[in-house]
């Protein structure tokens, strides 16, 4: 196979790595994102309903957000090319690549 061969590495032990390479995020990290995102959406809409339903969840968000060593406020005021780099970041950080 091309991949293991160009990173010098083997499929199977290394799925990771060659997600990390490839620019594919685990679903446990695109999850999270997508939360990430749909709660974002609803803290900025108009509706008071979902904004209270945004409030509600803002504990679910601090976990998230904590467990990706930042914060709500950092989640919020940035775009979705920063907040997709964020999370490439910590699981590059995961993977033991200091680059990141």
Not at 34 to 62: D, G, P, T
Not at 64 to 81: G, K
């Amino acid at each position: 196979m091309f991949l293991p061969k160009k990173f010098n590495a083997y499929w199977h032990e290394s799925v990771k790595l060659l997600q990390f390479y490839c620019k594919c995020l685990p679903a446990s990290v695109l999850i999270d994102m997508r939360k990430i995102l749909f709660w974002r959406k609803m803290f900025y809409h108009n509706n008071v309903v979902l904004h209270i339903l945004a409030a509600e969840c803002r504990q679910l968000i601090a976990a998230i957000a904590n467990s990706y060593n930042t914060t709500i406020y950092d989640f919020v005021h940035c775009n979705n090319l920063m907040l997709r780099n964020m999370f490439r970041q910590k699981f590059g950080r995961l993977l033991g690549l200091s680059w990141c």
